[in-house]
T-cell receptor, first 113, second 117 residues
Framework: LAKTTQPISMDSYEGQEVNITCSHN???????ITWYQQFPSQGPRFIIQ???TKVTNEVASLFIPADRKSSTLSLPRVSLSDTAVYYC??????????????FGQGTTLQVKP | SAVISQKPSRDICQRGTSLTIQCQVD?????MFWYRQQPGQSLTLIAT?????????ESGFVIDKFPISRPNLTFSTLTVSNMSPEDSSIYLC??????????????FGSGTQLSVL
């Protein structure tokens, strides 16, 4: 199982772009990279998922270099409501592997006015 | 996506008692999981709830302490038995996305905040 390493915390200001990088040096060929967001008193919420290169959706972008040993979650123009904990997870695809997703420490993002 | 309802949302219990947490999903799902999140910590997988058979527990978690039921593809319960203050945590039900071309996408309930006195 690929272990992930993220910064424990980050600060930003409203309107700025935030980039959170996650290291996963022993990622396996079948592993996808998935990011979740968690607000206080709520369960984690899926943000974005990718395998390689770049993925973009209405919420964020995910950049994955060719070696896939790291990934960067990019949040454009953050607002106060983006203050949350962000988790990077790496896991192989297929139902038999899903439950083995290991949550790391996560990155606590604090957006200031 | 899947809509997950967890009950109760919070409870305060006396040590030595047991609490059963219910998880209801609005669609049939193959994989259901129970996580624990201690105060200020990340999520830890307790077990995989298997439909029609015994749950699969992760290291450090045992059936006697955390019995799990999964009678069908939309419902599961987790019981926290013989509680102590160390069991004070948020307990989260999670399911895998069904019918979508995704990999390893989990949906979570809003959790049960348990405080043991």
């Amino acid at each position: 199982l690929a272990k992930t390493t993220q910064p424990i915390s980050m600060d930003s200001y409203e309107g700025q772009e935030v980039n959170i990088t996650c290291s996963h040096n022993n990622i396996a060929t079948n592993d996808y990279i998935t990011w979740y967001q968690q607000f206080p008193s709520q369960g984690p919420r899926f943000i974005i998922q990718g395998y390689k290169t770049k993925v973009t959706n209405e919420v964020a972008s995910l950049f994955i270099p060719a070696d896939r040993k790291s990934s960067t979650l990019s949040l454009p123009r953050v607002s106060l409501s983006d203050t949350a904990v962000y988790y990077c997870l790496v896991g192989g695809y297929g139902s038999s592997n899903t439950g083995k997703l290991i949550f790391g420490q996560g990155t606590t993002l604090q957006v200031k006015p | 996506s899947a809509v997950i309802s967890q009950k109760p949302s919070r409870d305060i219990c006396q040590r030595g008692t047991s609490l059963t947490i219910q998880c209801q999903v609005d669609s049939q799902v193959t994989m259901m999981f129970w996580y624990r999140q201690q105060p200020g910590q990340s999520l830890t997988l307790i077990a995989t709830a298997n439909q029609g058979s015994e749950a699969t527990y992760e290291s450090g978690f045992v059936i006697d302490k955390f019995p799990i039921s999964r009678p069908n593809l939309t419902f599961s319960t987790l019981t926290v038995s013989n509680m102590s203050p160390e069991d004070s945590s948020i307990y989260l039900c999670s399911v895998e996305a069904v019918g979508e071309a995704t990999n390893e996408k989990l949906f979570f309930g809003s959790g049960t905040q348990l405080s043991v006195l």
